[in-house]
């Protein structure tokens, strides 16, 4: 992995830690501190080349899903006031998802690139 993905990997990596701590005022804090802290643990492990491509793969994929699973109904915005807590939070927590979903799938891609000019 070349320097700048490897730089991106740690710092996503480490955003999604703090990410994960920050879940304890959620509603469902387990589920929460549970993606939040793997998708960082997969992270790291990434930039330090210390799990196989098919983890990021597989989280990436598990993340996308859950995207199109938690996106509400009705899309009212990120900031509380803005419409009905519920859709905001399911708004939020679906962007998250999507967010680690990006984030997986480009280090797979970039594995796969890095693996293929070897």
Not at 55 to 64: D, F, R, S
Request: aromatic share 12%; net charge neutral.
């Amino acid at each position: 992995m070349n320097t700048l993905f490897k730089v991106l990997a740690i710092v996503f990596g480490i955003v999604f830690l703090v990410s994960a701590g920050l879940q304890y005022n959620d509603p469902d804090p387990l589920l929460w501190v549970t993606i939040w802290g793997l998708a960082g643990i997969i992270a790291l492990g990434c930039a330090f080349d210390k799990v196989p491509t098919s983890v990021p793969l597989v989280a990436g994929i598990a993340a996308l899903i859950g995207f199109f699973y938690t996106y509400p109904e009705k899309f009212e915005g990120f900031e509380i006031g803005q419409g009905d807590i519920k859709n905001v939070e399911e708004g939020r927590e679906a962007y998250g998802l999507l967010i680690i979903a990006i984030v997986m799938l480009l280090l797979v891609f970039k594995a796969i690139r890095h693996r293929s000019k070897v």
